[in-house]
T-cell receptor, first 112, second 112 residues
Framework: KQEVTQIPAALSVPEGENLVLNCSFTDSAIYNLQWFRQDPGKGLTSLLLIQSSQREQTSGRLNASLDKSSGRSTLYIAASQPGDSATYLCAVRPGSNYQLIWGAGTKLIIKP | GAVVSQHPSRVICKSGTSVKIECRSLDFQATTMFWYRQFPKQSLMLMATSNEGSKATYEQGVEKDKFLINHASLTLSTLTVTSAHPEDSSFYIC????????FGSGTRLTVV
């Protein structure tokens, strides 16, 4: 049974720092992995989608990596800003079906 | 890009009444939509998979008679919380089944 874990559950850093959020999954046979952002009381915004055959994806200050063999993905945020404060969720699509397996999220606070 | 519209964004209802939440794909056809529930400080819990023209598939532990799902067209799925109780208060989010998993903005339901 696929399980997704995100560590840490919460993180608070000063503005300007580079930071890494971690996501681990127990079954390496995945179809893709996706990182989302959720602002308080709001829906989800997709940040990066990494297909099973890919090693990383980049969008602006965000870089997500995928290492299937070790069951890990990281989300790297460069030069963090207060506007980056949100909860970041990773989700794994296990295979050909559509069901996503979600991590519990990392709540990120960027202090001005 | 793909957009999913969900409304209402917030609803307060009295215990015992029913509430309908709508999820619309605005610029694409969605044969599959997903309904999630999110408790405070927890990740998303898949409630059911909604398939256009057929009965929804409910996850274990989700009461199908309480959470009625209708997917009558390729652009609209509805979730009706019947005979709502305070324990049904939660954040409900829908998503449409394309490879990017576009999410609605969520509905905050409060049952008083």
């Amino acid at each position: 049974k696929q399980e997704v874990t995100q560590i840490p559950a919460a993180l608070s850093v000063p503005e300007g720092e580079n930071l890494v959020l971690n996501c681990s999954f127990t079954d390496s046979a995945i179809y893709n992995l996706q990182w989302f952002r959720q602002d308080p009381g709001k829906g989800l915004t997709s940040l990066l989608l990494i297909q099973s055959s890919q090693r990383e994806q980049t969008s602006g200050r965000l870089n997500a990596s995928l290492d299937k063999s070790s069951g890990r993905s990281t989300l790297y945020i460069a030069a963090s800003q207060p506007g980056d404060s949100a909860t970041y969720l990773c989700a794994v699509r296990p295979g050909s079906n559509y069901q996503l397996i979600w991590g519990a999220g990392t709540k990120l606070i960027i202090k001005p | 890009g793909a957009v999913v519209s969900q409304h209402p964004s917030r609803v307060i209802c009295k215990s015992g009444t029913s509430v309908k939440i709508e999820c619309r794909s605005l610029d694409f056809q969605a044969t599959t939509m997903f309904w999630y529930r999110q408790f405070p400080k927890q990740s998303l819990m898949l409630m059911a998979t909604s398939n256009e023209g057929s009965k929804a598939t409910y996850e274990q532990g989700v009461e199908k008679d309480k959470f009625l799902i209708n997917h009558a067209s390729l652009t609209l799925s509805t979730l009706t919380v019947t005979s709502a109780h305070p324990e049904d208060s939660s954040f409900y989010i829908c998503s449409a089944g394309d490879s990017g998993y576009t999410f609605g903005s969520g509905t905050r339901l409060t049952v008083v």
